[in-house]
């Protein structure tokens, strides 16, 4: 994950990373196995160099492979708070 991230910060795109479908465009998961279970990152790039991992966490879902709803709410709620920090700080 760590590797795709760094990929994401220079302006590429792990093959491993594909948009995530719960907040619209712009918002990418990771996922890896690894020893039997199965791990995510979510992250949004808003420019080459700045990269915001909103969420990374352990799957667990009850439901097959659907992340929980309190994963989406959370990543919900920290990809508001980026945007915000992005447009506080004056980016283009």
């Known amino acids: 994950m760590g590797y795709a991230l ?3 910060q220079l302006g590429g795109r792990h093959s491993h990373a ?3 479908k719960g907040e ?3 918002v990418f998961e990771v996922v890896e196995d690894h020893r039997g279970d199965t791990h ?3 992250y949004t790039v808003r420019r080459a160099g700045i ?3 909103l969420h990374a966490f352990q799957k667990k879902s009850k439901s097959g ?3 929980s709803q309190d ?3 959370l990543i919900g709620e920290r990809l508001k708070r980026a ?3 992005y447009e506080r700080r004056g980016m283009p």
Do not use: H
């Open 24 to 26: 619209g465009p712009g």
């Open 71 to 73: 994963d989406v709410k």
């Open 40 to 42: 995510c990152a979510i």
């Open 6 to 8: 760094g990929l994401a």
């Open 83 to 85: 945007r915000q920090d």
């Open 51 to 53: 990269v915001y991992v």
């Open 65 to 67: 492979i659907k992340t």
């Open 18 to 20: 594909k948009p995530w």
